[in-house]
């Protein structure tokens, strides 16, 4: 996949004491911010229930996050993202089994390849960056995501983005090692938000996408899926 990064990410549920954490760790508040997302499928889910995830986001465009190779197992997510609107076209129509609908943007296939907006939501969003010590500094940085959204969910996240695959475990490595610092229990795993959203606003999707994803992450309260996308 061209114009393609692999983000590797881990969710967790923020404490009180989280943000003190981070500083102590000697993180950086990059920003803080609020922005709606927009999720995009056709009406049988064909794009989540095969773990591809479309998304609008206010001020930053379209995404398209796809399954990784998911090569190590454990409370952790992997995938390639897609930000290109020419790559994402060419991908959508790839999953959902079309033609390549030209070298037109998002605006002009979502008609055509029957997607349509299945959930929206506004999430405020604290941004931190930190380079964990005893690593080169020149490497990128962890970054972790604290966001609240508009239905009442609390939900962090430790992410690395690597350019290949053979860079993933480094990645994980670092990423359990400040989750661990952050007192993130070892197997703890949260939903991401959108599934929350579906599980609490559109039960019948929710439970469509159960009988599909492996019950890794499910949001709390039920028995058994997935907590992808941030």
Same mark, same amino acid.
């Given at each position: 996949?061209?114009?393609?990064?692999?983000?590797?990410?881990?969710?967790?549920?923020?404490?009180?004491?989280?943000?003190?954490? !981070? $500083? #102590?760790?000697? +993180?950086?508040?990059?920003?803080?911010?609020?922005?709606?997302?927009?999720?995009?499928? /056709?009406? *049988?889910?064909?794009?989540?229930?095969?773990?591809?995830?479309?998304?609008?986001?206010?001020?930053?465009?379209?995404?398209?996050?796809?399954?990784?190779?998911?090569?190590?197992?454990?409370?952790?997510?992997?995938?390639?993202?897609?930000?290109?609107?020419?790559?994402?076209?060419?991908?959508?129509?790839?999953?959902?089994?079309?033609?390549?609908?030209?070298?037109?943007?998002?605006?002009?296939?979502?008609?055509?390849?029957? !997607? $349509? #907006?299945?959930? +929206?939501?506004?999430?405020?969003?604290?941004?931190?960056?930190?380079?964990?010590?005893? /690593?080169? *500094?020149?490497?990128?940085?962890?970054?972790?995501?604290?966001?609240?959204?508009?239905?009442?969910?609390?939900?962090?996240?430790?992410?690395?983005?690597?350019?290949?695959?053979?860079?993933?475990?480094?990645?994980?490595?670092?990423?359990?090692?400040?989750?661990?610092?952050?007192?993130?229990?070892?197997?703890?795993?949260?939903?991401?938000?959108?599934?929350?959203?579906?599980?609490?606003?559109?039960?019948?999707?929710?439970?469509?996408?159960?009988?599909?994803?492996?019950?890794?992450?499910?949001?709390?309260?039920?028995?058994?899926?997935?907590?992808?996308?941030?």
């Amino acid at each position: 996949m061209a114009h393609a990064l692999i983000e590797v990410e881990r969710k967790f549920i923020p404490g009180p004491g989280t943000e003190k954490r !981070l $500083q #102590e760790l000697g +993180s950086t508040l990059e920003h803080q911010v609020t922005f709606r997302d927009r999720y995009y499928d /056709t009406p *049988e889910l064909s794009l989540m229930r095969a773990d591809y995830w479309l998304r609008q986001r206010e001020g930053s465009g379209w995404e398209l996050k796809c399954p990784g190779t998911a090569g190590v197992s454990g409370p952790h997510q992997e995938y390639v993202e897609l930000t290109v609107e020419p790559a994402v076209v060419a991908q959508l129509c790839e999953v959902l089994g079309t033609e390549v609908l030209g070298a037109g943007g998002m605006a002009a296939v979502l008609g055509p390849l029957g !997607l $349509q #907006e299945v959930a +929206s939501f506004v999430t405020k969003r604290s941004a931190w960056k930190l380079v964990l010590s005893g /690593t080169d *500094e020149e490497e990128p940085p962890l970054r972790v995501d604290l966001d609240t959204a508009d239905f009442g969910y609390t939900v962090g996240e430790v992410e690395a983005l690597v350019h290949e695959e053979a860079e993933v475990p480094v990645a994980l490595e670092k990423i359990y090692s400040l989750s661990s610092m952050l007192g993130v229990p070892v197997q703890e795993t949260a939903p991401a938000k959108l599934m929350v959203y579906l599980q609490r606003f559109q039960p019948q999707d929710y439970q469509r996408l159960l009988q599909v994803h492996r019950p890794r992450e499910k949001p709390q309260g039920t028995k058994d899926p997935e907590g992808n996308l941030g």
